[in-house]
């Protein structure tokens, strides 16, 4: 039965037509009111309408689709009802969290996530044991249904996320392909934070007259404080040492415009002394995990990242972005910056500009409708003689999901026998094959010893700690 609250503020999720279990979930979850892009969007998206909606990530986005595929699932009915493409893995794997998370409230939502770089054998099996919902990379997804392991003959709705990022990628005839083979009796939701060209010739192909919904983005001036500093080209990434050294923020994106200048500044960073590790296209995805472990769990102080690796990307408490070359892209720049400063947090926003990247920087104050804050590089002077270290390190086990390890069991094994505090054991990420867990960095060293010497679930497990 549906909860059909009379007069509630618009914002408030119980103004939506939810059941009281979903609505009980999502305070459970801390979702006490809606976010601007889920209140223009979930009213019409629950009434069945296809939707066009232009939405950063960090918006709130994936609970507006998510919400509102799961009020249009059957949860008896094992077989495939919804469907999202997103544009990485990365991204893929945050949407099937948060997902899980929201389809607490019902009994028994199966999730799959199908992408690349993982082995199709355990992709079919799962397909095989039946699912609600498929969460993919087009690729995959494309190679599943010329195989023959995936029925879409069930599915109603159709989510393309970050669709601008999989037309950047060169996805429009992979899209279209999976696409056609969707039922054409079924709602599609298009997110996408930019609207380009491409995003028309999917409305005009397989949407059926979508409503257009934007939110703007912008974000309040007071939480993300921006600083713009001139530099010659020759002394950028000397610069973003003197901007760590100044400012010392424990968590830091570093983007940058290019693979080549991500690897330059890294080994600049390393050579500082800076716990700072890349993160972009090339990286094999046993080495991507990794990266992103280290930096979401405050044992990398620096994520040096492209734009399209960094796509999807949520890190908690992420006290700086600096933009280490100039986005030609006014609103991949708001995108950008909008990762810190979330919540009640604060952030820096820390922009180096060559002259001849002023161009960009004006389209960027036009976007934002202000100058400029501009200071002088010589102004910056360390804050501490002390190196800039993170607080936590990274232990990694061998063995994970596989070998039925939970987070709890890691916890146990280094607060009981090992002898260590609650309070020094940080994050612990359970994989298919390896557990990371971090420890404070004083301990790591014993913290290793102790587990390879005693035993995870009963049994001895290898262990390493994870260094630059």
Avoid at 198 to 209: D, L
Avoid at 210 to 231: D, F, G, M, N, S
Wanted: net charge neutral.
């Amino acid at each position: 039965m549906n909860a059909t609250p009379s007069p509630i503020a618009a914002t408030s999720f119980a103004s939506l037509p939810l059941s009281p279990e979903t609505l009980a979930n999502l305070t459970q979850l801390g979702y006490l009111q809606m976010t601007p892009i889920q209140a223009e969007s979930l009213p019409p998206a629950l009434l069945g309408k296809d939707l066009i909606a232009q939405a950063k990530t960090g918006s709130g986005k994936t609970a507006a689709f998510g919400l509102a595929l799961l009020a249009n699932l059957n949860p008896r009915r094992f077989a495939i009802q919804a469907m999202i493409l997103c544009p990485t893995r990365e991204l893929a794997d945050q949407v099937t969290t948060e997902i899980r998370r929201l389809a607490r409230a019902a009994e028994n939502i199966k999730v799959v996530t199908l992408c690349g770089g993982v082995a199709m054998r355990g992709q079919i099996a799962s397909l095989e044991h039946g699912a609600h919902i498929v969460v993919g990379t087009p690729g995959r997804i494309m190679d599943h249904l010329e195989r023959g392991h995936l029925d879409l003959s069930a599915l109603n709705t159709l989510v393309l996320d970050e669709a601008d990022r999989m037309l950047d990628m060169g996805f429009f005839d992979d899209m279209a392909t999976v696409i056609k083979q969707c039922p054409k009796e079924r709602q599609t939701l298009l997110f996408s934070a930019t609207y380009p060209e491409g995003i028309a010739r999917i409305s005009q192909q397989f949407m059926r007259t979508p409503l257009q919904i934007t939110v703007q983005a912008q974000h309040e001036e007071h939480k993300i404080r921006q600083r713009w500093y001139e530099v010659a080209d020759s002394e950028r990434l000397h610069a973003v040492g003197l901007l760590l050294n100044h400012y010392r923020p424990q968590s830091t994106i570093a983007f940058c415009n290019t693979k080549q200048q991500c690897r330059d500044l890294v080994q600049a960073l390393q050579a500082q002394g800076f716990s700072a590790l890349a993160l972009f296209g090339e990286l094999e995805q046993r080495e991507r995990d990794q990266v992103l472990v280290r930096f979401a769990n405050r044992s990398c102080s620096v994520l040096v990242a492209t734009d399209v690796a960094a796509r999807g990307l949520d890190i908690a408490q992420l006290e700086a972005v600096i933009n280490v070359d100039v986005t030609p892209d006014a609103e991949v720049h708001i995108h950008r910056i909008g990762r810190t400063g979330r919540g009640d947090q604060e952030g820096w926003a820390l922009n180096l500009a060559s002259m001849h990247e002023m161009g960009f920087v004006g389209r960027i104050e036009q976007l934002q409708g202000r100058e400029s804050d501009w200071h002088k590089l010589d102004e910056l002077t360390p804050a501490s003689s002390e190196p800039l270290v993170p607080p936590m390190a990274t232990l990694q086990i061998v063995g994970g999901r596989k070998e039925k390890i939970r987070a709890g069991d890691v916890l146990g094994a280094l607060t009981g026998e090992a002898g260590f505090t609650r309070e020094q054991v940080g994050k612990i990420s359970v994989n298919e094959w390896s557990t990371y867990v971090a420890v404070d960095r004083r301990i790591a060293r014993e913290a290793e010893q102790k587990l390879a010497n005693g035993r995870v679930k009963g049994k001895t497990v290898r262990v390493r700690l994870l260094e630059d």
